[in-house]
């Protein structure tokens, strides 16, 4: 296996020991991913915030080489999730086209960073 740390994310990486993806054979498989600012803050405004967090996937799966499109499985966890699901379903549509990937969404309590509504953690088929 290969790890993959964007240089944006090292601090984060480095500091909670893990890294953003890791590619195994023709999969990249990200760790979950937050819609968080380089502080770390996350913003107050859950659009915001689920733009942010396919913002910085994308950075990972680019990282990997791979992208949106190379998605074959989502799971997405969710603070809040019947009140934000339909702002999330159209933040997601923005960057994931037809065909989607297998996605399961799941409702928690809380999540690493406080404030932080959504993770996203994929698996992509790295393209070539």
């Given at each position: 296996?290969?790890?993959?740390?964007?240089?944006?994310?090292?601090?984060?990486?480095?500091?909670?020991a893990?890294?953003?993806?890791?590619?195994?054979?023709?999969?990249?498989?990200?760790?979950?991913?937050?819609?968080?600012?380089?502080?770390?803050?996350?913003?107050?405004?859950?659009?915001?915030?689920?733009?942010?967090?396919f913002?910085?996937?994308?950075?990972?799966?680019?990282?990997?080489?791979?992208?949106?499109?190379?998605?074959?499985?989502?799971?997405?966890?969710?603070?809040?999730?019947?009140?934000?699901?339909q702002?999330?379903?159209?933040?997601k549509?923005?960057?994931?086209?037809?065909?989607y990937?297998?996605?399961?969404?799941?409702?928690?309590t809380?999540?690493?960073?406080?404030?932080?509504?959504?993770?996203?953690?994929?698996?992509?088929r790295?393209?070539?």
């Amino acid at each position: 296996m290969k790890t993959v740390v964007p240089a944006w994310m090292k601090p984060v990486c480095d500091a909670y020991a893990f890294p953003a993806a890791v590619i195994d054979g023709e999969f990249v498989r990200c760790s979950g991913v937050i819609g968080f600012k380089p502080d770390l803050s996350v913003s107050s405004d859950p659009a915001a915030q689920f733009t942010l967090a396919f913002e910085n996937l994308e950075s990972v799966l680019e990282e990997a080489g791979a992208g949106f499109a190379d998605v074959v499985e989502m799971n997405t966890y969710h603070v809040g999730l019947q009140a934000h699901m339909q702002a999330f379903v159209a933040i997601k549509n923005q960057f994931m086209k037809p065909p989607y990937p297998a996605w399961t969404a799941i409702g928690i309590t809380e999540l690493a960073l406080p404030g932080a509504l959504v993770e996203i953690q994929v698996t992509a088929r790295r393209r070539g």
